[in-house]
């Protein structure tokens, strides 16, 4: 990956991370998992960082499990 796509990528990533209790519930689904790609450790790191930077970020218990 050139220099430059990853400097897209980590420009989108801050500004969606500006925004991100901005975003509804459903926005903010499918960019997460995309970001933490089944890794359960990162997910979980995700979600702290998430829910500390974003209060309104705190999400239910998933149902069933």
Partial sequence: MSELVLRFEHKVGR???KIWSKLPRELQENPFED???GDE???QQLAVYLHDHHPRTAHPPRSGG
């Fill in 15 to 17: 500004a969606a991370l």
């Fill in 35 to 37: 970001a933490v790609g």
């Fill in 41 to 43: 450790q990162l997910r």
